[in-house]
Structures are given as C-alpha cells and as structure tokens.
T-cell receptor, first 111, second 114 residues
Framework: DTAVSQTPKYLVTQMGNDKSIKCEQN?????MYWYKQDSKKFLKIMFS???????INETVPNRFSPKSPDKAHLNLHINSLELGDSAVYFC??????????FGAGTRLSVL | GENVEQHPSTLSVQEGDSAVIKCTYSDSASNYFPWYKQELGKRPQLIIDIRSNVGEKKDQRIAVTLNKTAKHFSLHITETQPEDSAVYFC?????????????FGAGTRLAVHP
C-alpha cells in the first residue's frame, strides 16, 4: 500500500486553465503539506494543514487554493495557470511535524 | 526565520570513496535535522535524521554529525556505490506559530562513478 499517494502523476495543460491535484495518506498522520520543486530542484513549502486547519501559508499567489476535506486528504487547486507554475508538486504528511513522508510527485507542465 | 545553506551543490566521487555534504542553519532553536535522498524522477526519502541532544548518529555507511555551537551538520557517506548517486537535501525544523516547518537546503547532486 502506498503511504502517500497523489494524482495525477503528470499534468500537461494550457496557460489560463484551472487544474487540481489530489493527495491522500493512509499513515494516520495529522499534518499534510504541499511543496513545489522547481527545475533547479529547490524544495519550497507552499501550504500545511493540521487536522484540516490551514497552519502554514507561504507567500503563494492566491491562484493556488488548498483544501482539506479530512485529515487524510489535501488537494491543491490552481486557477489561471501560468508558465511559471510548471514544476513538480509534492504532497507530504507527518505526525506532529517531524519525519515527513512524500508522495511520488505531480509533474505539471504549462504550455 | 530559519535559513539553511548546503554545500557543495554538486559532488563527484569515485566508487569506494567517501562523500561529505555540509549544511549550516541560522535558528539556534531548531532541534531536528533530517537528510533526504531524491533519486532521479523519484520522491525525496528520509535516509537519516538527528536531534539536537546528540552529536552523531550512524546507520551502516551513512552518518550525520551535528555541531550545535557552530550551527552546522554534515552527512557522511562511506564506501560510496553507484546507487548512492542522487540529490541529497538537508533540512532543519523551524517552529513557527506553534507549528513545525521543515526548511530545506538547496540540495547536493552526488555522482558516484564506477
């Protein structure tokens, strides 16, 4: 069983479109995260939720809207996609914010 | 807030040699320092971590050392093998607004040549 799973694995879309990425964890963790990894491999946290509550919101354009329907799921919706949004997006989860387990990533390409 | 710097950005070694990657952090309140390995096209995976109450931790060919006074920590890989080739990230745990957040270094691309 995959501990942290995210879908889709690849996403190719046109500028201006709206898209969503889904994440689920079956580890019983209370905290989930979204990271963006750019072409230089830098890992930057975007959001974090603890028990469905937004606790970290790094300076991210408001075109990005996370949503956590329950503590096992954290989705990311992106409006009006731009070229600069092209990256790999990783979901992660942890218990009490320490060891983080990452999903396999979603490679987003905006054309 | 916490700032983590990682060096070198790339490292090339011959199989069997040792590799050392160094990180410094700025927030003396940070108390947890994990290392992640990311193979090409894969997810980052935790390989070893250390807490501020110990100075060194070993797991087979991998070791991490921590110097709290100098605020730096290092990853040591001995007897490197081609499968060690990957990008390695250090991180420091920052406590912010009552919650924890990992701040990652920029990564080190390690190439082990047979």
């Amino acid at each position: 069983d995959t501990a942290v799973s995210q879908t889709p694995k690849y996403l190719v879309t046109q500028m201006g479109n709206d898209k969503s990425i889904k994440c689920e964890q079956n580890l019983g963790h209370d905290t989930m995260y979204w990271y963006k990894q750019d072409s230089k491999k830098f890992l930057k946290i975007m959001f974090s939720y603890n028990n469905k509550e937004l606790i970290i919101n790094e300076t991210v354009p408001n075109r990005f809207s996370p949503k956590s329907p329950d503590k096992a799921h954290l989705n990311l919706h992106i409006n009006s996609l731009e070229l600069g949004d092209s990256a790999v997006y990783f979901c992660a989860s942890s218990s009490s914010g320490n060891i983080q387990y990452f999903g396999a990533g979603t490679r987003l390409s905006v054309l | 807030g916490e700032n983590v710097e990682q060096h070198p950005s790339t490292l090339s070694v011959q199989e069997g040699d040792s590799a050392v990657i160094k990180c410094t952090y700025s927030d003396s309140a940070s108390n947890y320092f994990p290392w992640y390995k990311q193979e090409l096209g894969k997810r980052p995976q935790l390989i070893i971590d250390i807490r501020s109450n110990v100075g060194e931790k070993k797991d087979q060919r991998i070791a991490v050392t921590l110097n709290k006074t100098a605020k730096h920590f290092s990853l040591h890989i001995t007897e490197t093998q081609p499968e060690d080739s990957a990008v390695y990230f250090c991180a420091a745990l920052e406590r912010t607004g009552g919650y924890n957040k990992l701040i990652f270094g920029a990564g080190t691309r390690l190439a082990v040549h047979p």
